[in-house]
Structures are given as structure tokens and as C-alpha cells.
């Protein structure tokens, strides 16, 4: 299994930025796919989830309305559209598949800042 996320960056408040999760090694479109994040000095925080097909997603409180979660399975990625956001949605980003274990890439560095 390997996913690598890539978009980060440095934004400003109200700003947007979309991440991209490339998969490969197993079967993507088998599999719920989720984004979690790490802000600094906390710990891990779930943010998003889609069903295999994409036509189930869940949001935590802090992103919803803000945050949308989407997948393209015939080229095995996983995405995140991010609007409106806020200082505290600075952290490093990971997307999880969660299988037979926990898999999750290197991260990519989230930045929202004046």
C-alpha cells in the first residue's frame, strides 16, 4: 500500500486549497477513504470520510459546510476541496485506509496564515 498526498501550502483566512491523495497497491475503489489531520502540538484529528463509490461522506463539526471530501476510482485519488478556512485548520494532512491495518502516507503541510 502507498498513498502520497500532495497540495499543500500556505494560504490566507477565507482562502482555498484542494489536496490530492494518490493510492496504489490495493484495490482504491473497495474502500472507505478518510483525511485526517495533526495540528501543532495535538493530536490526530479525523476530518473526513467517502464511502467506495463516493455517494456516502461525513464531516467532523470543525470542517463541515467548509470541507468536501470527493474520489476519482479510475485514477486511484483521493481529494480534498478546502474553502473558507481559518488559522486552525493548520496542521499536516494525511489521508488513512483503514484495511486489515491503518495506512496512511507522509503527510502534506497545511498552512492558513495572514
Known amino acids: 500500500v502507498q498513498l502520497v498526498e500532495s497540495g499543500g501550502g500556505l494560504v490566507q483566512p477565507g482562502g482555498s486549497l484542494r489536496l490530492s491523495c494518490a493510492a496504489s497497491g490495493f484495490t482504491f475503489s473497495s474502500f472507505y477513504m478518510s483525511w485526517i489531520r495533526r495540528a501543532p502540538g495535538k493530536g490526530l484529528e479525523w476530518v473526513s470520510r467517502?464511502?467506495?463509490?463516493?455517494?456516502?461522506?461525513y464531516y467532523s463539526d470543525s470542517v463541515r459546510d467548509r470541507f468536501t471530501i470527493s474520489r476519482d476510482n479510475a485514477k486511484s485519488t483521493l481529494y480534498l476541496q478546502m474553502d473558507k478556512m481559518k488559522p486552525e485548520d493548520t496542521a499536516v494532512y494525511y489521508c488513512l485506509l483503514l484495511a486489515d491495518l491503518d495506512y496512511w502516507g507522509q503527510g502534506t503541510q497545511v498552512t492558513v496564515s495572514s
Open positions: 467517502i464511502s467506495e463509490g463516493g455517494s456516502l461522506t
